[in-house]
């Protein structure tokens, strides 16, 4: 079975405030980094896995991240699909 | 000045454990994603900030970097900058 790289981008929906993104924000500004406007900050989750095909492979990381990867009441997430190795290259 | 947005990747280096994203697989594992091989959990910070170019804006962010949003003894970084708004349409 092919090898598929996959990065998920993890954030928090606009709605929702982020404590750790405003003291980031405010701490760059200490430091000088006056033009800073906002900070937010997510997740980036890198997961290898094999699957049949791409589309068994994209099914299965959106059961991931509904499931255990992400909070869907407070994130969002999207993701990027690359093939690693085919079932050909990886024997 | 225009208004940049940037989205940082960061990641741990190859060489550094991750024990959150091994126990990320093990749940997966445990609820039936048998073809994960690897997870590995980094950052994704989003930052709006203005700046007189988009050189001035690379040059804040890699201090930013640096300085505050990594630990570059076990992370690495990377980040993409696109032009939010130009001085003329912010005005």
Redesign the interface.
Known sequence: ?P?YQAQI???LRPSVLDPA?TA?QS??HH?G?D?????????????????EDEATARQ?LD??CD???TNPVIENYRFDLTVKATADTAA
């Not at 906002?38 to 896995?49: A, E």
């Open positions: 079975m090898t981008y993890v954030t993104g980031v701490g760059l430091m980094f033009g800073v406007e906002q900070v937010r900050i997510g997740k980036y989750i890198q997961v290898t896995l094999t699957a299965q059961q991931m499931q255990l990867l």
